[in-house]
């Protein structure tokens, strides 16, 4: 009888600490506000906007009761959501409970998926800096689509990393992938991102003269490419054909053509926008500079590369891609390029333990000079992020500085080689200077989480209860700030947004008496329409106030408004 694997003993218990620190930072204080002192992009109110539908169906027994219905945006979101409600009862923390668990997963998905291409160590250094990081934890406590859209990605991303030994892994990254779509649109790429990497395994095996270590593995590419092309079929078939008019128009227009411009002077702009405008970069530098140089060691040597690791750096390459082409407008958009940098972060820094591999010292100028692109952008990162600390809210000067120092930084290298080459090769760590590294990015970002818990407010939650005290089950009441204060009461918000939702109508009902908006900062704070809506009715009479945290000083306020009598 041969003895017990510690090994084996270590990694559960390692993997079981990390997902209790996980579930610790995600459901303490469940009903406080987001971070509002030190913003993230989080629109608190959009959590009520997002679960309408699913709040519908357990309370009033119908999906759709109104124009505005984002179960056709994310389907998968909305059954989590009706899960949750019809078991728990609709509220804000049941709400929350669905990327509260989407978060965990995403962190065990994430320790099995490099699990599979490195060593225990790494799988536990990558599954601790996603389990602590501060952006994503404050994402995966918000009733929102990013955390169960990048659990779906983290999931399908370690299936696939699998599916180099086992083929029938191939079949879970796929289906996971449609599963990340189907929950949030923006989640295209990565579906472009599988296809792409299959197809070249593919083509690498065909080209193969008698197969080898390339055709055993080719299995899994195919099998993900297969069920990529028939899952996406049957999703044609049976959800977004048979309600292609709403499909289109939630998909197409409200988060599509509507928020894009795709002049050539709006990409140049977005493009220099992305590591400046704002501050997902600059919050977490040191696991941004670690990604980098771990995404610029897997490129020098991507033919070697194993299923995962390529797939983590399409996973980056073409989401930051899809941001400048689509939309860098709120910084949620970001939150899909976090796995990625904290697993590319946690390769270098722990497996690799080098800043370059040593086949970059022999490279010649000329190869350096194809690269140049690359390296120009990843400096336009770096130095973009860091300019942002000192020069915000100047962003036309930090985009100025930061290419120029790009620019001035890639120059000097490829002038300087081969012999900076050979000098870059050598730096590296042992592997407890990459843990003290580690440790740091952890710190930093347990200090962001201790100064919002310290500040802490739960004014949306308290107001939302207030609502309930004024107005009876079933009331009628306009506005995005209706939806964003319905999840701890009974009334029927209606939504209203510029050219959709229930905007058609919004002037001629008067079966509605009450719109609910912001009075602090400023009346209508959310947008134009409900300013529209206010002026077209002169004689509204406001009935009561409600503290709420949205802008960096906390002290906002909410204002119920009763419609002047016809």
């Not at 493009?271 to 941004?288: C, E, I, T």
């Not at 843990?435 to 990015?441: P, Q, R």
């Amino acid at each position: 009888m041969s003895p017990p694997d510690r090994s084996v003993g270590r990694w559960a218990t390692g993997l079981l600490a990390t997902l209790l620190v996980a579930l610790a930072l995600r459901a303490v204080f469940p009903v406080s506000d987001p971070p509002w002192l030190s913003t993230i992009g989080i629109t608190w109110h959009d959590e009520g906007v997002w679960t309408h539908n699913a709040r519908n169906k357990v309370l009033f027994g119908q999906w759709q009761l109104d124009q505005w219905n984002p179960m056709y945006v994310s389907p998968v979101f909305t059954g989590l959501e009706y899960l949750s409600f019809s078991t728990f009862g609709v509220g804000l923390w049941q709400a929350r409970l669905v990327s509260i668990v989407a978060g965990l997963a995403a962190t065990f998905a994430l320790a099995v998926g490099l699990r599979a291409i490195a060593t225990p160590g790494v799988a536990l250094t990558g599954a601790l800096l996603l389990a602590v990081n501060f952006t994503w934890v404050m994402y995966s406590r918000v009733a929102l689509l990013e955390a169960t859209m990048v659990a779906a990605l983290v999931a399908a991303w370690a299936c696939y990393a699998k599916a180099e030994r086992n083929w029938r892994w191939g079949v879970g990254a796929a289906l996971l992938g449609l599963l990340a779509f189907f929950t949030k649109a923006s989640a295209g790429f990565f579906l472009i991102a599988l296809g792409l990497d299959a197809c070249w395994v593919g083509w690498r095996a065909w080209r193969s003269p008698n197969g080898g270590s390339v055709t055993s593995s080719a299995g899994g590419a195919i099998a993900t490419f297969a069920l990529l092309g028939a899952g996406t079929l049957v999703a044609l078939a049976v959800f977004v054909v048979p309600h292609w008019a709403d499909y289109s128009f939630y998909n197409l227009f409200v988060y599509g053509s509507r928020r894009s411009s795709m002049s050539v002077g709006a990409l140049l702009d977005r493009a220099s926008w992305f590591p400046v405008v704002h501050g997902f970069f600059a919050r977490q530098w040191l696991l941004s500079v670690a990604s980098l140089c771990g995404l610029a060691s897997i490129l020098v040597g991507y033919r070697r590369a194993t299923f995962g690791e390529r797939l983590l750096v399409l996973w980056f390459l073409l989401g930051a891609f899809e941001l400048v082409l689509h939309d860098l407008g709120n910084e949620r958009r970001y939150v899909f390029l976090i796995p990625p940098m904290v697993c590319l972060a946690a390769l270098l820094l722990v497996r690799d333990r080098r800043v370059l591999p040593e086949t970059v010292g022999t490279w010649s100028r000329a190869q350096v000079g194809r690269m140049v692109p690359l390296l120009l952008a990843g400096l336009y990162v770096v130095f973009g992020s860091l300019a942002r600390q000192f020069l915000m809210p100047d962003i036309r000067m930090s985009v100025r500085i930061a290419g120029l120092a790009a620019v001035v930084t890639a120059a000097v290298m490829t002038v300087m080689w081969p012999r900076l080459g050979q000098t870059l090769v050598r730096v590296g760590w042992s592997w407890r200077r990459g843990v003290a590294v580690v440790a740091v990015i952890v710190a930093v970002d347990l200090a962001l989480f201790g100064q919002w818990a310290f500040y802490r407010t739960s004014k949306n939650y308290e107001a939302s209860i207030s609502v309930g005290r004024l107005l009876p089950p079933g009331t009628l009441v306009q506005g995005k700030l209706a939806n964003g204060l319905a999840l701890d009461n009974q009334i029927r918000p209606l939504f209203i947004g510029p050219g959709f939702g229930n905007y058609a109508d919004r002037l001629a009902r008067p079966d509605v008496a009450w719109i609910l908006t912001y009075s602090q900062p400023r009346l209508g704070y959310e947008g134009v329409v409900v300013r529209e809506l206010l002026d077209a009715m002169p004689g509204w009479t406001s009935v009561a106030e409600f503290p709420v945290a949205e802008t960096r000083s906390g002290d906002d306020r909410a204002i119920l408004i009763r419609k002047p009598l016809p």
